[in-house]
């Protein structure tokens, strides 16, 4: 794993600048949802997660550490987490959290790590 919960792990594959929108991400146990919004900002890498109706259309925020692999030419992101750790994480809201260090805090906490 990475120092940085927030930074993507130098062997999952992910190329800065790739567009990892709609993008399909899979948990340990199978699909959650598409990539709807994403980060490659130094220390505060994430996906934002639309789950359509796996969990009642919520979004969730994922830090970058917990990607294990980004396969481009399938257009898919495989996470280190189970369905039940991404239900379970800290509530969303796609207009109020995307930049909030309090919360990324708390995700990063939630995950294993918190943010630096």
Known sequence: M???????????GHRT???????????????????????????SSYLVVDTGVWILG?????PA?????VDAAQRRILVSRSKDD??????????????DAGYHEQ???YYGTPRG
Do not use: C
């Not at 990475?2 to 999952?12: E, F, K, P, R, V």
């Not at 919520?58 to 994922?62: A, E, I, T």
């Not at 991404?86 to 930049?99: L, M, R, V, Y």
């Open 17 to 43: 600048g790739t567009d990892l929108s709609g993008f399909k991400v899979e948990a340990t146990d199978g699909g959650i949802g598409r990539v709807s919004k994403y980060s490659d900002t130094v220390d």
């Open 86 to 99: 991404i239900k379970n994480s800290p509530e969303f809201d796609k207009d109020k959290h995307t930049e």
């Open 107 to 109: 995700v990063g906490t």
């Open 58 to 62: 919520k979004h969730v925020l994922l």
């Open 65 to 69: 550490g917990t990607i294990t692999s």
């Open 2 to 12: 990475t120092d940085s919960m927030w930074a993507y792990q130098a062997t999952s």
